[in-house]
């Protein structure tokens, strides 16, 4: 009877085992790939900040602005890592100045000639760092912003817990709050071309091979580089995510001017491979599709010195000016001169007048990088104070800034067209005028034809001999003068009329 009390309990904690011991290994199965708790941030008020997108002019932004972040964390002495809460109160502003955000396809539509709301911007993140799961999603996710993500691919999921885990990144992708584009398969790094080289970045230059004790050649480089592009490529769509169209150059390093043409090909490589790539070389360089038709698009970097404010006066400085018929023209900082800087200019109405007080030529043109998509418009103005003594000149540009820029100088008695950059041009035509101290010149800037009108009478019309995309610009005054005693004849009566109500 004993005997068979023992073999009862011993079956029991038989059964029992059984029972007992699929748990802990179902547990490990189904927890081994949990994902850490994204962390919140208190909302963040615009008390103090000056909403510059308040009360923005109609038709204004046309052109996405884009945004480069780094890492979002804490305890960081990196000027790249911005805390939780300062890039909570950044969005906070971007959200209540009237700024929305835009996905990678919505940016990619933009480039092809779609539109996108105004006052877009598309928030990018470099490096993957597990900072954009843990703090920056549940931040985008209050502001119902969007954000793309650029990978090096083969850092995903090592030195835990800095980078970013497949598993986050799938988890992000589903959201619909991230998109995924690439910062190489591992290139971000830099390398000697020599044993005593400087630096720089290996997608864009000649490693040093100490083994075979010489530089890589060109085609040992373009063979690893492009390895390396594609394997970022197969990375990304092997774990289940779009083929990325985006490509972020670390270091911002492209074009390096190396002078073997090196970095050149590289760049040549990269957008064989991707239709857009980003920089952060020049953050004042307001987006535009002529501008990303070389393939390359600037970002404003944020680092920590950055503040909600001067967050906003940076996309205030690089925000696309509208066309339209009551256009401001009167603020002297949108003038630049030939060297880029605030041109000497005064304007009073709609009376524009060179100065340049010790030249006797002069050049001023209207915000070029905001208008740079400027197309479909006229501008006329009255070109007044042709003396016959002093015998001055007058030039209107338009598609300032492109290849098919057009020019037309008018005198007393002459007017010259050609095409082309100012110190460069291709004549075109010239004619005589009737002659008189006053010549009012129409320019109508189409999609496909510049055509000139000079005091009432249709004179030349030149077609666009490439891309639409590729001739847009707004336009530019400039002016000759005998001497510096004589005035610049002034431009009287402009206007700018948008072909809506032209």
């Not at 044993?195 to 040093?208: D, H, I, M, Y």
Request: glycine content about 8%; hydrophobic content about 40%; proline content about 6%.
């Amino acid at each position: 009877m004993h005997k068979g009390r023992g073999a009862g309990v011993a079956l029991w904690v038989v059964c029992l085992m059984l029972l007992v011991a699929p748990f802990p290994i179902a547990f490990h199965f189904y927890h081994r790939d949990v994902l850490p708790p994204r962390l919140g941030t208190p909302a963040a008020d615009t008390v103090g900040i000056d909403l510059a997108g308040n009360g923005f002019p109609a038709g204004s932004g046309a052109a996405p602005i884009v945004l480069a972040y780094h890492d979002i964390g804490t305890d960081s002495s990196s000027k790249y890592t911005i805390a939780p809460e300062e890039f909570e109160a950044q969005m906070s502003a971007l959200d209540a100045a009237g700024y929305r955000s835009i996905t990678a396809d919505q940016f990619l539509s933009y480039i092809d000639g779609a539109n996108v709301p105004p006052h877009s911007v598309l928030i990018t993140f470099d490096d993957g760092t597990s900072g954009l799961w843990t703090y920056a999603d549940k931040i985008l996710e209050r502001h119902r912003f969007t954000a793309v993500s650029f990978l090096i691919t083969r850092l995903v999921g090592t030195n835990q817990p800095y980078y970013l885990t497949w598993r986050q990144i799938a988890a992000m992708q589903d959201s619909g709050r991230w998109d995924f584009g690439s910062h190489t398969q591992d290139l971000h790094h830099r390398v000697r071309s020599t044993p005593a080289g400087v630096p720089g970045a290996a997608l864009t230059q000649r490693k040093w091979l100490p083994e075979a004790g010489r530089t890589e050649t060109h085609a040992e480089f373009i063979a690893r580089i492009r390895a390396d592009l594609a394997g970022s490529i197969d990375d990304l769509t092997a774990h289940g995510l779009p083929r990325p169209a985006l490509f972020a150059y670390p270091f911002s390093e492209n074009e390096t001017g190396d002078g073997d043409g090196t970095s050149q090909d590289a760049s040549t490589v990269v957008h064989s491979l991707f239709p857009v790539t980003f920089v952060n070389n020049a953050p004042m360089l307001t987006t535009s599709r002529r501008q990303s038709r070389n393939g390359v698009v600037n970002r404003i970097e944020l680092t920590d010195t950055d503040t909600p404010q001067s967050l906003l006066d940076r996309l205030a400085r690089t925000t696309t000016i509208p066309i339209t018929d009551d256009i401001d023209l009167a603020n002297a900082a949108r003038w630049t001169d030939e060297a880029g800087n605030i041109a000497d200019i005064t304007v009073d109405g709609r009376t524009v007048r060179l100065a340049a007080p010790s030249a006797t030529y002069a050049r001023a043109a209207f915000a070029p990088r905001k208008t740079a998509d400027w197309v479909e418009y006229t501008i006329s103005a009255t070109i007044a104070g042709l003396d016959p003594d002093a015998n001055p000149t007058d030039t209107i540009a338009v598609r300032t800034g492109s290849p098919e820029q057009i020019l037309v100088r008018v005198s007393r008695n002459f007017v010259t067209i050609s095409r082309g950059a100012f110190s460069a041009t291709e004549p075109l035509f010239e004619s005589r005028l009737a002659a008189s101290d006053r010549h009012r010149v129409d320019v109508h800037v189409g999609d496909r034809s510049t055509d000139i009108t000079i005091d009432g009478t249709p004179l030349f019309s030149q077609l666009v001999s490439g891309p639409t995309e590729a001739a847009t610009g707004g336009f530019t005054f400039a002016g000759d003068r005998r001497s510096t005693a004589d005035p610049f004849a002034p431009f009287t009566g402009v206007a700018v009329l948008p072909d809506a109500v032209s």
